[in-house]
């Protein structure tokens, strides 16, 4: 039986994100990983998946050096 990508955890975590950013400020900071897995009660690969998704979509930014992603203007 093959898992429709929608139904994964990830891509629910995924869209609640997109969510929140839809109303976040550009520039400010974005949870990090540790954070979202405590919010979401998910596993630190699954959150790894949607914030890598959220950055190759151009939704958020990893500055050199630095913990935590920052939201790009859209």
């Known amino acids: 039986m093959s ?3 929608e139904e ?3 891509s629910q975590v995924y869209r609640q ?3 929140r950013l839809a109303l976040a400020e ?3 900071e974005f949870p990090t990983v540790a954070e979202l897995k405590e919010e979401f009660d998910a ?3 699954t959150i790894t998946q ?3 998704r959220l950055q190759q979509q ?3 930014r990893r500055p050199v ?3 935590r992603y920052v939201i790009v203007q859209q």
Do not use: E, M
């Open 3 to 5: 898992t429709n990508q």
């Open 8 to 10: 994964t955890r990830h």
């Open 17 to 19: 994100l997109v969510k």
């Open 26 to 28: 550009p520039g400010s």
């Open 43 to 45: 596993s630190q690969v």
């Open 50 to 52: 949607a914030v890598r």
């Open 58 to 60: 151009g939704f958020i």
């Open 65 to 67: 050096g630095k913990k």
